[in-house]
């Protein structure tokens, strides 16, 4: 299973690591691509580079950063692989012990299902469904 892992942190936004917090999560990262455990990862520039696209009733809202809402702001993410739920929450726990203080949205990706082109189908039969 992979899973987004989408980390707020609680520092302020554009606080930069120290060298040792950098040297620390260079060697987690290090590790985790290794084990195949890790298969992304990134940090963000701060949200005064960024934008909003909302859609609503037909219309697009642009807002550009910065956000005001500092907890509410991705400072990075990550696709990590797990073979459960609780296998990527201790892997989530394992890099929140590096970060320090914040919040991980862990989210289960979709995986394309391997049974081929018919189960597929049926799927998107099932999506059309519910918007109905």
Do not use: N, W
Request: proline share 5%; aromatic share 6%.
């Amino acid at each position: 299973m992979r899973f987004l892992c989408l980390y707020k942190p609680s520092k302020p936004e554009g606080t930069p690591p120290t060298q040792q917090e950098m040297a620390t999560m260079g060697k987690l990262v290090e590790e985790g691509l290794k084990s195949g455990k890790l298969l992304a990862t990134e940090g963000c520039l701060p949200s005064s580079k960024g934008a909003r696209i909302r859609l609503a009733d037909g219309k697009f809202k642009v807002t550009d950063g910065p956000f005001t809402e500092s907890k509410e702001v991705v400072g990075g993410m990550a696709v990590i692989q797990a073979d459960s739920k609780e296998e990527a929450i201790e892997q989530v726990k394992a890099f929140l012990k590096v970060a320090g203080d914040g919040e991980t949205e862990l989210r289960q990706l979709y995986e394309r299902p391997e049974c081929g082109a018919e189960a597929e189908y049926e799927l998107v039969k099932s999506f059309e469904k519910q918007r109905a």
